[in-house]
C-alpha cells in the first residue's frame, strides 16, 4: 500500500479509536493526527508480540489497536 493508503488508514484507525475510548477522545482533527501515529504504534506493538494480519483489514486493525493505545496514554497525560 502507498504512502496516500497508509494515511487514509492512520486517519481512519484515528477516527475509530476516537470512537471506541470514552469521551470521544481530543476532538476529530487531533484523533487524526494520532491515528497516523498509532499505525506505527501498533505495528510495532504487534511486532513484538509476534501478531501479524494480512490486508487492509489488518492493517486497519493493527492502526486502531496503535490508536487506541495512543489516546489512552495521552488521556492519563492530560489529566
Known sequence: ???IGSI???CL???CAGKLM???GFGFVMNL??????????GWL????NITWGG??????TAIVGSVAILWVASIIKK
Not at 497516523?36 to 504504534?41: K, N, P
Not at 504487534?46 to 508480540?49: A, E, G, R, V, Y
Not at 487492509?56 to 486493525?61: R, S
Open 1 to 3: 500500500m502507498g504512502l
Open 8 to 10: 487514509i488508514i492512520g
Open 13 to 15: 484507525a484515528g477516527f
Open 22 to 24: 470514552k469521551g470521544g
Open 33 to 42: 493526527v494520532l491515528g497516523l501515529f498509532g499505525g506505527l504504534v501498533g
Open 46 to 49: 504487534f511486532d513484538q508480540l
Open 56 to 61: 487492509v483489514l489488518g492493517q486497519l486493525g
